[in-house]
């Protein structure tokens, strides 16, 4: 349901925002020049959510309900990443990858945000881990969704480097070392669906370095499936609240 638009002031002008339903609220902020779309709905400890490739804030968190069983404890922010839906798409490559590293800070300072609960859904989760090496001071935990390791020097690493569009190249400049990883000192959980065909190209990669971060296997679940079962949001709600 479309309701009733109103105004939000992004860097002194008026931006309009809109509901996208009851409770969910669409937004724009200026990061460096870039303008940059994202969506908010709840109060309370703040999440940012982090899409995948050529996924979107609405498609891969609001459709599947995500966004509204943790917005009834949780404030929850989901970004469009510089590149995807009506974010910007900048011409020059040194927009995107590491940058969305630092979009993710400059969204909590947008908001007024000091620390958050980062999760990441697939390309979304490699930015997370990213999040965690470069901003630990500002992240409460990281969940990551369907995805590990993107290791660099790995076979990964090369796939990303040989993508069709410079957003997706960008993903390569995301690659960590072991010893980047070990470093992490924040509260780490990994959700993937028990049938998601991508275990083996991240997953085990972290495992090696991380079995310290517990994983939870969503039962009957690929890669995107996975996200709209009930037991995915009732795990990470669960992970959450335990992490206040």
Request: with cysteine; aromatic share 8%.
């Amino acid at each position: 349901m479309i309701g009733r638009r109103t105004f939000v002031a992004v860097g002194g002008a008026a931006t309009l925002a809109w509901p996208l339903t009851a409770t969910a609220t669409s937004a724009f902020f200026s990061a460096n020049g870039v303008k940059i779309h994202y969506l908010a709905q709840g109060s309370g400890p703040p999440v940012v959510l982090i899409h995948g490739l050529d996924g979107s804030a609405e498609g891969t968190w609001e459709m599947s309900g995500i966004m509204a069983a943790l917005a009834r404890t949780h404030r929850v922010v989901a970004l469009y990443l510089p590149g995807f839906g009506n974010s910007d798409k900048p011409a020059t490559p040194d927009a995107y990858g590491v940058q969305w590293s630092e979009d993710v800070l400059r969204l909590l300072n947008h908001l007024a945000i000091g620390k958050a609960h980062i999760v990441g859904f697939s390309m979304g989760g490699i930015v997370a881990v990213k999040f965690a090496v470069d901003h630990p001071d500002r992240m409460l935990t990281g969940t990551l969704v369907g995805m590990g390791l993107l290791q660099e020097g790995g076979v990964m690493q090369q796939f990303w480097a040989h993508r069709h569009d410079q957003a997706s190249r960008s993903v390569a400049d995301l690659a960590l070392t072991p010893e980047q990883l070990k470093a992490v000192r924040l509260p780490f959980k990994v959700l993937v669906g028990s049938n998601d065909s991508g275990r083996g190209m991240y997953i085990e990669s972290l495992l090696a370095v991380r079995r310290d971060w517990p994983l939870v296997e969503i039962a009957d679940a690929d890669h995107i499936s996975c996200l709209f079962k009930s037991q995915f949001k009732d795990e990470l709600a669960r992970w959450l609240d335990l992490s206040q």
